[in-house]
């Protein structure tokens, strides 16, 4: 009777033992399926305390207070700043009418002071005319520089909003209740009264007279 052939040992050192058919085959250790969530209750909220709510609300308090003053030091700065700018342009607008009209008081100084080194001798009144007129038109170009300018009531029908009657008169050409004469001038700044006309009222035709206070 023939005797089995002895299994041959395993080349890879095994000693002819196969793996179960489930193992991975390289050799890794087995995957785990993960664990089912925790069906633990989470835990239950607070309610805070009556001091905790308390503290909670004097805190937004002096934080609304902080914000309410650094709003109201901040409008103060900027009142002070609006303040100052207007202050400094009133002062240059008033500086630059002021040097203007150091201007035209240095004309008329020049001329009393040619006068009065003449001791009143050989006075020409041609010239001292002529030099007085220039000095009236320089004045009425620097007013006309800041829109002052004079307008004519002479004749106008009278208007209470730019014109003062201080007397009546008759004119034998001017309708009762115009301006019959302008006895000082009126001045606008640019669309703005600046002075009324001093004016005498027509009463009506007839002879000329003297203004008669009325």
Do not use: C
């Not at 069906?39 to 609300?57: G, I, N, R, V």
């Not at 409008?75 to 700043?81: A, D, G, H, L, S």
């Not at 002479?154 to 019959?180: L, Y």
Request: proline share 10%; aromatic share 4%; net charge neutral.
């Amino acid at each position: 009777m023939k005797r089995p052939k002895n299994p041959a040992p395993a080349s890879d050192g095994s000693n002819g033992a196969t793996a179960p058919s489930d193992a991975p085959a390289n050799g890794a250790p087995e995957a785990r399926a993960p664990d089912p969530p925790s069906s633990a209750p989470a835990p239950e909220l607070t309610e805070a305390t009556p001091d905790e709510k308390l503290a909670a609300l004097a805190a937004e308090r002096d934080e609304t207070k902080d914000r309410m003053l650094r709003i109201a030091a901040d409008f103060e700065n900027w009142k002070k700043r609006a303040q100052k700018e207007q202050t400094d342009k009133a002062n240059e607008a008033r500086e630059r009418v002021l040097k203007d009209m150091l201007e035209v008081i240095d004309n008329l100084e020049r001329a009393v002071a040619m006068q009065a080194s003449a001791g009143g001798k050989g006075v020409d009144g041609p010239a001292v005319l002529k030099g007085v007129d220039l000095v009236l038109r320089l004045f009425q170009q620097k007013l006309e520089r800041y829109e002052v300018r004079p307008f004519d009531a002479t004749g106008q029908p009278f208007d209470p909003r730019v014109h003062e009657a201080i007397s009546k008169m008759a004119h034998p050409e001017i309708p009762a209740g115009s301006v019959a004469a302008e006895l000082q001038k009126g001045y606008r700044v640019g669309e703005r009264l600046l002075r009324p006309a001093l004016v005498s009222v027509s009463s009506g035709n007839g002879k000329p007279t003297a203004p008669s206070e009325g």
